[in-house]
């Protein structure tokens, strides 16, 4: 396949799938700017391993596990960096429209503060689950047991809903 064509079929995927990238940079990162890293990151990430994805699963499986892989990693870096996104917190920052959160809704930021506490693989699992993947596509996203992903998404929204109260 030629570089442009290559380029072309990315694009597409890219632009497809834009709003799974943007979730879960958003439940990985408190500030546009490192949103807008994040974003980044992911879509380098994308276009490096593109070639090399053969369509043993759905464009959607390969573009979260790049997406949570990249977004874990980028926030086991960014603690070292904390005095830096605190820093961003308070100045503004520019962002591109469309990182802009779509819902502002209070239900909707208090159910992102929540997610935000969850562990790293937590975090994951339920973005997954609200995104309405299957307990088998969360499995082969996580690569863990899809009695493990039944049985995680149980207590993370006991977790999440003690969470939402003490937040109300």
């Not at 596990?65 to 830096?84: G, H, P, Q, W």
């Not at 047991?145 to 977790?159: L, Y």
């Amino acid at each position: 396949m030629t570089k442009d064509k290559l380029s072309e079929q990315f694009l597409r995927v890219f632009e497809d799938n834009t709003g799974i990238i943007i979730k879960i940079a958003r439940a990985f990162t408190r500030t546009s700017h490192d949103r807008e890293d994040l974003i980044n990151d992911i879509a380098l990430e994308l276009w490096k391993s593109f070639e090399r994805f053969k369509g043993d699963s759905k464009i959607s499986t390969w573009i979260y596990r790049v997406a949570i892989n990249i977004s874990m990693n980028y926030k086991r870096n960014k603690k070292k960096d904390s005095l830096f996104s605190f820093l961003y917190d308070f100045k503004k920052v520019d962002s591109l429209p469309w990182l802009i959160e779509q819902d502002n809704s209070s239900e909707s930021e208090i159910l992102y503060n929540c997610i935000d506490e969850l562990n790293e693989i937590n975090k994951a699992i339920i973005l997954l689950y609200l995104d309405g993947n299957s307990h088998d596509e969360i499995s082969e996203i996580m690569g863990i047991s899809k009695t493990n992903v039944g049985t995680r998404i149980g207590r993370i929204k006991e977790q999440i809903r003690n969470l939402a109260i003490t937040k109300i």
